[in-house]
């Protein structure tokens, strides 16, 4: 793993800690952007009660992340390659771009999978830490590449749903108040895919806090979690094509919060569950 640095500002700190300084640099870089422009468009009051536009998710897992690796017991020193990565962490994300702290985060999380003992603090940390790249890079990438499609998957979900015709992202609901039926456009802000990772991010987080192995069955209860918020966005969906008179309400604030609850709790007792009938099992 090459030699260890012994002088200097890094010589009482752990690599664990380490570890965590570059999390929380390339985290707190990443998340600037959204939470600057929460503050400017809604002011602090609201934007802080919005949890700065960024999942209350994303929040707890990039504490929990840095929890670990520092509370991590594992006192072993920094080494040279450490540091190279760190100053490729560091490089990365004292630069305004938000896609490119998270692209250093994830960087930073292989590396620290790549050398981190098997369910160790850094082990679990560097998967939550890897996780959060999810909704924060992957998924709006995904998007940006093949948008069309995504979003296009999302109406034929819900034309079958409900039997109505699709056209490409537009899927027609029941018979309006003039007789035509209705039709409704599915965007980026409707797609199930965030809401996916999302649940995905909640279920690792979950089960890394909790320290559970690992399994193949462990993995379809957080396939599970993830196709449980699908099917609540395509619902949610499939009652705006049934009752277009209630789109408002469906498609507004109350039903936004409804919808994210709901999502948030099935992900939480999914994912408990899951950790508890492996913990039996072990």
């Known amino acids: 793993m090459g030699g260890s640095i012994s002088n200097g500002v890094l010589r009482d700190m752990s690599r ?8 929380i640099l390339a985290a707190v870089n990443g998340l600037e952007g959204p ?5 400017v468009t809604l002011g602090w009051s609201d934007a ?23 509370g991590s017991r594992i006192r072993e020193a920094i080494t040279i390659p450490d540091a190279v990565i760190g100053l490729g962490i560091l490089s990365m994300a004292i630069l305004p771009f938000a896609r ?4 250093a985060l994830a960087v930073l999380s292989l590396y620290m ?10 082990q679990r940390g560097a998967l939550i830490a890897l996780a959060i790249t999810g909704p924060m890079l992957w998924g709006p990438a995904l998007m940006e590449a093949f948008g069309t499609q995504i979003l296009k998957a999302d109406a034929i979900l819900v034309s079958s749903v409900i039997g109505t015709e699709r056209i490409g992202n537009v899927f027609f609901g029941a018979i309006g108040p003039g007789g035509s039926p209705t039709h409704f456009a599915i965007f980026q802000a409707c797609s199930s895919l965030h809401g996916m990772s999302i649940a995905l991010l909640a279920w690792i987080t979950i089960s890394n806090t909790l320290g559970r192995a690992w399994s193949a069955r462990h993995l379809a209860w957080g396939l599970l979690a993830a196709v449980s918020v699908l099917l609540v966005n395509v619902s949610r969906m499939s009652l705006i094509g049934l009752f277009p008179a209630y789109y408002p309400t469906i498609h507004g604030p109350l039903g936004n919060e ?3 609850w709901l999502s948030l709790t099935l992900v939480i007792v999914i994912s408990l569950l899951g950790v508890g009938r492996e913990a039996l099992k072990s």
């Open 113 to 122: 999978l790549s050398v981190a003992p098997a369910q160790s603090p850094r």
């Open 16 to 23: 664990d800690q380490f570890f965590c300084g570059l999390l």
């Open 48 to 70: 802080l009660l919005g949890l700065f536009d960024v999942s209350a998710v994303v929040w707890i897992a990039c504490v929990a992340a840095a929890g670990l690796l520092y």
């Open 35 to 39: 939470v600057w422009a929460s503050i």
């Open 258 to 260: 409804i919808a994210a």
């Open 100 to 103: 490119l702290s998270w692209l």
